[in-house]
């Protein structure tokens, strides 16, 4: 696998001593915010995870290697460089192959990961089953991954632009435990709340770590889906984003947008709809788990 991966020297150092290491994924820098802001916060997201006691791994495709561990050079060159390719499981062949740059999914970021042996992944939201998928049959590849690959995605819930009620439905079917850190409700991305209600409330990373700890002695395969609220101040309430977000729903069907173009679409017209506010709320929720995450990262010992 050496042959493909490369671990960055401070990434590997800390997974030789047994010190906790969180992966990040690219997309968020590549696709999900315009530049600078997607650098800027793709480096505060790193000093965040270090603060709270854990060595940041980003994640990301550079001419056809597989890098964990970004260095800020790297983070900006993925920040500005054009045709990077959003690489799934689907195109991590076809992109090494070739010797393109691509950013990972959340799929993606988790295959990689699990190469590494890293455990911990901290996002910004999940794929799921998208609205309408009972025609369109479009859904994420990162449901899939979480029922079969062993890494625990911390994350401020399911994109809001989804069917979280169907993506649930879907997770448990798949076996995923789903477990909200400090609300009664399933998070739903911008919103605190989505109306769906958690049925795994743990607040504390120290049990969380248990229960991750226990799932894999256990020998039961899958990852572990942790929805974080976005800190309140920082809320869109839900209501409001269901009218932003079913105009956007609008003109994506009007432009006849299909398959992975959908999300960097449908998150771009949010961003307008929102005169901005959507991104700040990105940024704060992102950052949110990257402090939840390492503080389980570092309470986890398996």
Known sequence: MDKYLDLNPEVRSAMEAEQPVVALESTIIAHGMPYPKNVETALAVNDVIRSGGAVPATIGIINGRMKVGLTAEEIEYLGTAKNVMKVSRRDLPYTLVNRLDGATTVAGTMIIAHMAGIRVFVTGGIGGVHRGAGESFDISADLEELKSTDVVVVCAGVKSILDIGATLEYLETAGVPVITVGSDEFPAFYSRKSGFKSECRI????????????????????????????????????????????EALHKCKAADITGKRITPFLLDEIKTLTSGSSLDANISLVLNNAKIGAEIAAALKI
């Open 203 to 246: 607040d504390s990373p120290r049990e969380i770590a248990d229960l991750i700890s226990l799932k894999y002695t256990l020998g039961l395969r899958g990852g572990i889906l942790i929805g974080c609220p976005i800190p309140e101040k920082d809320e869109i309430p839900f209501h409001k984003m269901e009218c932003i977000i079913n």
